[in-house]
């Protein structure tokens, strides 16, 4: 199978059944704030399914998954698709109308082929490695904000209060270090945060409690879109890094050089 077309297909059935859906029934599993829906597992099954009936060898692994299953994704030969049934399952459950689907093909460890699918706004983004990325089939690309004044930046929440916590400590350093803080976003969807800088919208986020779910399609989306991103101390990051800064060169430059005089212990 491996096409976007049937990515982006699969994507939208389990798009489409999380905007019908009323199951927000949950179960929580590290904590109060990390929780399951029944809807998550019905949109898991339906991801999981279909790309099984077009491609029945594939390995097929997603976050709700078993931790010793999941454990495969971090191998540096892996291959398979790596899906997040529903990302930003807390604002699914308050009807928040802020979470999407993603489902990105990853290659000997690397991100090829990504969707993710934001069913509140019927958009679609999709990205091929070499081939740029889109949303709804248009051409989209970083923005081009180059100054921290004025810049959108985003962080997000977390399960781990801890990490929160030097998230936000580490935002407000922007502050500290320049004097301007940029307009700060934290919606609870990582993957939609990504999808929106691969298209303009925000200019970078900085995060703590990524996980490769989050990633497998939206790394690849904000590089083909012209973006670049980094472990939180500048270094290169694989789709499987939890700390990391995605945004436009610009903007990921400038994050980069003020955390790098910070606490280190606000870079993990």
């Known amino acids: 199978m491996n096409t976007l077309l049937s990515m982006a297909t699969i994507a939208r059935e389990a798009g489409q059944f999380m905007l019908g859906s009323l199951e927000t029934e949950s179960t929580d599993k590290s904590n109060t704030k990390d929780f399951v829906t029944v809807a ?7 991801l999981r399914d279909r790309l099984l009936e077009i491609e029945p060898t594939a390995v097929v692994l997603s976050e709700e998954d078993p931790e010793e299953e999941r454990a495969a994704m971090y191998a540096t030969d892996f291959t398979g698709y790596v899906l997040d049934p529903i990302d930003g399952t807390y604002n699914f459950k308050r009807g928040m109308k802020e979470s999407a ?10 991100p090829i082929r990504g969707v993710i699918y934001d069913s509140y ?6 990205a091929e490695k070499g081939m740029g990325a889109f949303r709804n089939g248009e051409a989209i690309h970083v923005s081009s904000q180059s100054e921290v004044a004025g810049a959108s930046v985003a962080i997000s929440n977390g399960y781990n209060d801890a990490a929160l916590a030097a998230n936000l400590h580490r935002h407000l350093q922007i502050y500290e270090q320049t004097g301007v803080l940029p307009w700060t976003s934290c919606p609870g969807s990582a993957v939609l945060v990504m999808a929106w800088i691969a298209c303009g919208r925000i200019d ?13 399609a939206a790394f690849l989306l904000v590089t083909e879109a012209g973006g670049e991103f980094c472990k939180l101390d ?11 800064i995605i945004g436009n060169p610009a903007i990921v430059a400038v994050l980069k050089e003020i955390f790098a005089t910070i606490d280190p212990i606000l870079l993990t």
């Open 40 to 46: 998550d597992i019905k949109s898991q099954a339906i």
């Open 204 to 216: 970078a986020l900085h995060h703590n409690g990524l996980k490769p779910w989050d990633n497998a």
């Open 234 to 244: 500048g270094t290169p990051a694989k789709f499987t890094e939890n700390a990391v």
């Open 101 to 110: 689907i993603s489902i990105g093909y990853i290659e000997n460890g690397l």
């Open 121 to 126: 706004k019927d958009e679609m983004y999709t």
